[in-house]
């Protein structure tokens, strides 16, 4: 997927404005930044004060009991919830991450660039929006349920970019392909997950 860059949309979001503006202090490469309970990093478990631990292009992330933030290139902060995995990508832009959420949730805010998310389909986030990704079965099919909370997502389907705005989801299966639906959701809606994200990016803020 060409790289897809969609500038945040100026949206009234007072209750995210501080998350946002964390996310836009910026790293250079991904950083595991904050972990609790159980999480592996290439395979190895993390120890619980391990904090600034630097991966490789291809490293993955795998959570048991657990959780973990990590800081991304391009100023974005990536949190993985409970039996969650990533692996990170070496074709990355310049400047910006890129990833594949392999199992559970994740909420991605972003900075001042957004990166590219690997989840059934390739979607690239714009800068300054608070997104949410769960992966999920039915019926033996696995799909990834997209939910922008601020900001905008594009989305790759076979012969088209979707583009998702402020309160739209989409279930993304490959199979489905450009039949693919977008759907309003309530962005007050919202589990232990993201008041986890949003509390720990908010806390991360005040200290900058």
């Avoid at 391990?50 to 949190?79: M, Q, W, Y």
């Avoid at 070496?90 to 959420?101: A, T, V």
């Avoid at 696995?142 to 905008?152: I, L, N, S």
């Avoid at 279930?171 to 977008?182: E, I, K, V, Y």
């Amino acid at each position: 997927m060409n790289a897809v860059w969609i500038s945040a949309l100026g949206f009234a979001f007072p209750t995210l404005g501080s998350v946002v503006a964390f996310a836009q202090q910026g790293t250079t490469h991904e950083v595991i930044a904050y972990i609790e309970g159980t999480v592996f990093l290439d395979g190895q478990r993390l120890e619980p004060s391990a904090s600034r631990l630097p991966l490789k292009e291809d490293s993955s992330v795998r959570t048991e009991n657990g959780r973990v933030e990590i800081l991304l290139a391009g100023g974005d902060t990536l949190f993985v919830g409970q039996n969650g995995s990533i692996r990170f990508s070496g074709n990355r832009g310049l400047n910006s991450s890129r990833f594949e959420i392999l199992s559970g949730s994740a909420v991605i805010i972003t900075g001042e660039l957004g990166p590219a998310v690997v989840c059934e389909e390739e979607v690239q986030l714009s800068d300054s929006g608070v997104f949410r990704f769960d992966v999920h079965g039915v019926s033996d099919e696995r799909f990834c349920r997209v939910r922008v909370y601020k900001g905008a997502a594009a989305a790759q389907m076979p012969s088209f970019v979707s583009v998702l705005t402020n309160s739209k989801m989409a279930d993304l299966n490959r199979r489905c392909g450009d039949h693919t639906q977008r759907n309003d959701f309530n962005i007050e809606d919202i589990d232990g997950l993201d008041r986890w994200s949003r509390q720990l990016a908010a806390s991360d803020a005040r200290r900058q």
